[in-house]
């Protein structure tokens, strides 16, 4: 089983990134989806989560209007569209995948400067 996400990198206040996951080796198309985040010193916070045929999402407050989740299972893939972001958003970003096990990916650094 592997998830790997790409996509991170280092930009300005209001810029955007399109977080990438690419999931195998499990039924990727039966799993709910999330993107979780972790900044230094704290523990993780869900961002976003979506529903296995991608019919319904939900976001964390702090994220909604600016970040969009979305899957193709077709390709085995879950997305973060992160736009307008604040130096607030800095932190380590997760993809997450759940049925009755759950599976977690390495992270990758999303870097906002102001």
């Known amino acids: 089983v592997q998830l790997v996400e790409s996509g991170g990198g280092l930009v300005h206040s209001g810029e955007s990134l399109r977080l990438t996951c690419a999931a195998s080796?499990?039924?990727?198309?039966?799993?709910?989806l999330s993107w979780f985040r972790q900044k230094p010193g704290k523990g993780r916070e869900l961002v976003a989560t979506?529903?296995?045929?991608?019919?319904?999402?939900n976001y964390a407050d702090f994220v909604k209007g600016r970040f969009t989740i979305s899957r193709d299972n077709s390709k085995n893939t879950i997305y973060l569209q992160m736009n307008n972001l604040k130096p607030e958003d800095t932190a380590v970003y997760y993809c997450?995948?759940?049925?009755?096990?759950?599976?977690w990916g390495q992270g990758t650094q999303v870097t906002v400067s102001s």
């Open positions: 979506i529903t296995t045929a991608g019919a319904d999402t």
């Open positions: 080796g499990f039924s990727f198309s039966d799993y709910e």
């Open positions: 997450f995948a759940v049925r009755v096990q759950a599976y």
